[in-house]
């Protein structure tokens, strides 16, 4: 039995979002994810500024009139989401957690896909395959997949991006759209975000916090690792570790970019301090100027 505090978390995500979807994204979606090819339709007669090439020479001939072959989009697409729910997803500076953010992005992006008739489906994974969540049509399958992402309790703590990724290439084997919802904490994944990327149409959504990027000088902390559960008590204000710390993320991030730019794959950056809904709509257009 799901308990009720979840099902009306379910609920309030579905209006948060749905909102979104129906005036913005479902469109944006739409024309960045095209399907997987073109059905002959039907011929009509030629107008003035149809393309020349298109036209239908039998039909043509036997009327002596020029017509046309038209086309439908062959639609039906599979979204796969492939979302990190490792213990370091429970941290948040602000008023949401990470985590939190993390299943209204997925919210947004189912919504969008079934408005547009596409399949859902879900991997949920930590340091192990968590759920799999076969993709099927429609707005009851959609809440399940967000009761997943809300009521599962993980098994694991920690981060195996390239497990997950593994797993997804085995198991959805007509390419998909594929959103890899991480903080991307983790390494050795590269070779599997490749794979991913040839293999599907694949993004990353890397889910950030700006304490993760900057601390503030209140002098001793104790910091505890989300995954590990390993504790280490630091001044913050100290100037040398303010150095080293910020060196760190300077040459975290510049590593991750490299790794991003290497595999192929378009990256989508999230933190929990700013709305994600700008950061969405900032890839959908910048993404469908290069299809133009």
Not at 51 to 76: C, L, M, Q, Y
Not at 177 to 185: A, R
Request: some cysteine; proline content about 3%; overall charge positive.
């Amino acid at each position: 039995m799901i308990p009720r505090e979840i099902l009306t978390q379910v609920r309030r995500v579905e209006i948060t979002t749905r909102g979104l979807v129906n005036d913005v994204f479902s469109g944006e979606y739409h024309s960045v994810f095209k399907g997987r090819g073109m059905n002959f339709a039907e011929v009509r007669a030629y107008q003035y500024g149809d393309d020349i090439r298109s036209i239908d020479w039998n039909v043509t001939a036997r009327t002596g009139t020029p017509f046309v072959k038209v086309f439908d989009e062959e639609r039906e697409l599979t979204l796969m989401l492939v979302v990190d729910v490792s213990a370091s997803g429970e941290f948040g500076s602000r008023s949401r957690m990470k985590g939190e953010v993390a299943v209204e992005i997925c919210a947004v992006l189912a919504f969008s896909a079934i408005t547009n008739n596409d399949k859902v489906g879900l991997i949920i994974f930590s340091d192990r395959i968590e759920k799999f969540v076969p993709p099927r049509k429609g707005r009851r399958h959609v809440l399940r997949v967000l009761r997943e992402l809300l009521y599962f309790r993980p098994a694991g703590r920690g981060t195996d991006i390239a497990g997950a990724l593994e797993y997804l290439v085995r198991v959805v084997r007509r390419r998909a759209v594929v959103f890899v919802v991480s903080d991307f904490f983790a390494t050795g994944y590269q070779k599997a975000l490749a794979v991913a990327g040839r293999r599907h149409d694949t993004i990353v959504i890397r889910m950030g916090d700006p304490r993760e990027r900057e601390l503030p000088a209140v002098g001793y902390i104790e910091l505890e690792d989300a995954e590990t559960g390993e504790q280490l008590t630091v001044n913050v204000s100290d100037p040398a570790f303010r150095d080293a710390f910020n060196r760190e993320v300077t040459d975290t991030r510049t590593a991750l970019e490299r790794e991003f730019r290497k595999t192929g794959v378009d990256v989508i950056e999230i933190s929990t301090d700013r709305p994600y809904a700008d950061r969405l709509m900032r890839f959908f257009r910048q993404r469908a100027k290069r299809l133009r």
